[in-house]
């Protein structure tokens, strides 16, 4: 097995599973705990972290590595990253507006927030910290958003379960959805051992 093949699997399990942006990083929580209460809603989430994430990964890398290194400008790499997220995001949501507004009515308020969501802005920023190439970087935000998929969906599956179920009064709503969240966090620790 080829070395960058090795550095990709590597690169898959620590950023989907390790170190988990939401449940090991606690990046992305208003959308993870705000769009969780259905899994159709929680995979359209999901699906579009994914794109966003990725595309502005790749974008933010080769504007980080022929922009801003080259005209000696790195100190703006927040700011250009935050512009470069709020126009993905303009684009998916004219996209789901145009093509599955049932997914556009349903994630409601919380698509615009993929905008301040940190985890986008978290993986681009560590991909410069890590000094990744475009492509690993690319990689990178991929899997992370896998992992933020992965975990969004185990959430609202769980909270689907949570609604046929007696729950004290004092632990309903979201007590029990963070209680759930930080036991997932718990679980996912168990992946440490995997690297």
């Excluded at 080829?2 to 990709?8: F, G, I, N, P």
């Excluded at 699997?9 to 950023?15: E, F, N, R, Y």
């Excluded at 959308?31 to 794109?51: E, R, Y």
Aim: net charge positive.
């Amino acid at each position: 097995m080829s070395e960058v093949v090795k550095d990709l699997l590597v690169l898959l399990v620590s950023s989907s599973l390790v170190s988990n942006v939401v449940l090991s990083q606690f990046l992305g929580l208003c959308p993870f705990l705000g769009v969780s209460k259905k899994v159709n809603t929680a995979v359209g989430m999901g699906a579009a972290v994914i794109f966003v994430i990725t595309i502005a990964s790749g974008v933010a890398a080769v504007i980080y590595k022929f922009v801003l290194v080259r005209l000696d400008i790195t100190y703006l790499q927040t700011i250009v990253f935050i512009l470069v997220i709020a126009a993905l995001v303009q684009f998916v949501e004219m996209f789901l507006r145009k093509y599955l507004p049932a997914l556009y009515q349903a994630l409601g308020v919380y698509l615009p927030l993929i905008t301040t969501n940190c985890a986008v802005l978290g993986v681009a920023l560590t991909n410069v910290q890590k000094s990744y190439g475009i492509g690993f970087s690319i990689a990178s935000g991929f899997f992370t958003a896998v992992g933020f998929l992965i975990a969004i969906v185990i959430l609202a599956g769980i909270r689907e379960k949570i609604e046929d179920n007696e729950i004290p009064e004092s632990f309903r709503g979201m007590p029990i959805v963070l209680i759930t969240a930080g036991l997932m966090a718990i679980a996912f620790c168990g992946f440490s051992g995997l690297l």
